[in-house]
């Protein structure tokens, strides 16, 4: 694949270092029961796992309730930017600074730098930064 935009990976969201969130199990709950098809289960006081259908990916996630982390399973930048803009930057508090990465972003070392999504923006701009994210940090696979 050629064009690093339409790559699927893992998403990490997470606050930024200096605005740290903490939502509920409760609260994280109560926004997924929205979700057609949406299951959940909560791992002892840890972690939410849960899923739904985000446009033609069955997303799988889960919720780190001590850190505020969000994973997103394996997506591509399109529908992270969906699931981002209808679902969970809705929960945050308004003026929170979101930071994310990529597993590529990782294995391609970029683990230690955080990346912006605009928070309050709308899905074009989510979007936009998703993709150059994966622009930036992806190194095409060579065939096997």
């Keep these: 694949m050629s064009d690093p935009t339409r790559y699927a990976t893992r998403w990490f969201i997470s606050p930024a270092r200096d ?3 903490i939502m509920t199990a409760d609260a994280v709950i109560a926004a997924i029961a929205d979700r057609p098809g949406a299951h959940h289960k909560q791992r002892d006081d840890a972690q939410i796992n849960f899923g739904f259908r985000v446009q033609e990916w069955p997303f799988q996630g889960f919720y780190e309730l001590d850190t505020g982390t969000l994973h997103i ?3 591509d930048a399109r529908a992270a930017a969906e699931l981002l803009t209808t679902w969970f930057l809705p929960l945050l508090p308004k003026d929170t600074h ?3 990465n990529t597993e590529d972003g ?3 070392g970029y683990g230690d730098i955080d990346f912006d999504i605009p928070r309050n923006a709308g899905l074009g701009p989510v979007y936009r930064a998703l993709t150059d994210h994966l622009t930036r940090v992806w190194t095409p696979r060579e065939p096997s």
């Design 106 to 108: 990782v294995e391609n």
């Design 98 to 100: 979101v930071v994310f």
């Design 19 to 21: 605005q740290p969130w």
């Design 73 to 75: 399973g394996t997506t």
